[in-house]
């Protein structure tokens, strides 16, 4: 009896003088260049063309089947990582609306606020598709995983525009600017900084985690400090127009 080590690295698999199985095997070069889409066309493909031979073949050679190392368990994997972080982002921002909705007290204040950050999300997942990445398991966790970030700088200035002093919006936000703009770019530049160094390593994972912080970080600062500051300009809730208590 061959070895299962030895029959793997054979061809031909012969067990007391009668062959047990034989392998064919092919290179498809650039499969690690494909999409998720192409992948899984590759394999309907090569899968019919594997049921097509069983289903002409003889009885004793029809029971062929095909394996490409990790490469479908992995697109599978793939595929998982992708539901679960779209999972992840939804079930991420219900309870930031809801945290923000009980911290504010203002539901116009937190709309606004999910807009953003949910902006923010989204131009995560576009420079992850710019600079030509597949949303693999990195990409995914990151996305995740940055969405408290890009709730922070957002609620700092949630929080100094629902305490001021002042009842219009355009009082409100000047004062919320003027009171958190400088803290919102002092965190920022600290928080870049790590990122940088983060981008240095030589570590596939740490250096997209770096990329990818840095581009979060990059962009929550000018949401917080651009898109938000103009949402409550046009359309913050004056006086005690949207509160909950």
Request: aromatic share 12%.
């Amino acid at each position: 009896m061959v070895e299962n080590r030895k029959l793997n690295d054979r061809r031909f698999g012969f067990v007391d003088g009668k062959c047990v199985f034989f392998r064919v095997a092919f290179l498809y070069r650039g499969f690690r260049t494909l999409n998720r889409k192409q992948a899984l066309g590759l394999y309907d493909r090569i899968e019919a063309m594997v049921t097509k031979f069983n289903a002409e073949s003889n009885t004793g050679v029809n029971k062929v089947w095909q394996v490409a190392y990790d490469n479908w368990t992995w697109l599978e994997l793939r595929g998982a990582a992708i539901s679960e972080a779209f999972q992840g982002i939804g079930v991420s921002l219900t309870f930031a609306f809801i945290i923000l909705l009980i911290m504010t007290g203002n539901v116009y204040v937190s709309v606004l606020s999910i807009l953003c950050i949910s902006s923010i999300i989204l131009q995560l997942m576009g420079a992850i598709k710019a600079v030509g990445w597949n949303f693999g398991l990195i990409e995914s966790t990151c996305v995740i995983v940055f969405i408290g970030i890009a709730v922070d700088y957002v609620v700092h200035l949630c929080h100094q525009y629902m305490h001021s002093v002042q009842l219009k919006r355009h009082g409100r936000t000047k004062a919320a600017f003027k009171q958190m703009g400088q803290t919102i770019i002092a965190g920022a530049l600290t928080s870049i900084f790590s990122a940088l160094f983060l981008m240095l390593c030589q570590a596939a994972s740490l250096n997209k985690f770096g990329v990818l912080l840095l581009v979060t970080i990059v962009s929550s600062m000018l949401t917080a400090l651009i898109l938000l500051p103009s949402l409550f300009y046009i359309l913050g809730p004056n006086n005690n127009q949207g509160n909950i208590n």
